[in-house]
């Protein structure tokens, strides 16, 4: 099992910035690659972006490309998303998601923190 436990959600104002944190611990970290996803009411759960296990390779969806960055510290057992010029549109729940490197499919979740743009 892999726990993971979101943190740094919250209310800002639009353009402002925000750096979401994601700690995972139960297993070997640098064996899973990890995701960030978001649902806003009344939506379905969307992605944002993922890592790879090594942080070598990156993906961003297209509608936060240029303004949101995943990252990762495995000595921190860490991921983290720093989210630039945020918009209105940016509010949800993020969740960071966990999946062991070569899977298809995100087995591992955590609550989830809120984040809030106001315009």
């Known amino acids: 099992q892999v726990q993971l436990v979101e943190s740094g959600g919250g209310l800002v104002q639009a353009g402002g910035s925000l750096r979401l944190s994601c700690a995972a611990s139960?297993?070997?970290?640098?064996?899973?690659?990890m995701g960030w996803f978001r649902q806003a009411p009344g939506k379905e759960r969307d992605f944002v972006g993922a890592i790879n296990w090594s942080g070598i390779s990156t993906y961003h969806a297209d509608s936060v490309k240029g303004r949101f960055t995943i990252s990762r510290d495995n000595a921190k057992n860490t991921v983290y998303l720093q989210m630039n010029s945020l918009k209105p549109e940016d509010t949800a729940v993020y969740y960071c998601a966990a999946r062991y490197y070569g899977s298809t499919s995100w087995k591992f979740w955590g609550q989830g923190t809120q984040v809030t743009v106001s315009s």
């Open positions: 139960g297993r070997t970290f640098s064996n899973y690659d």
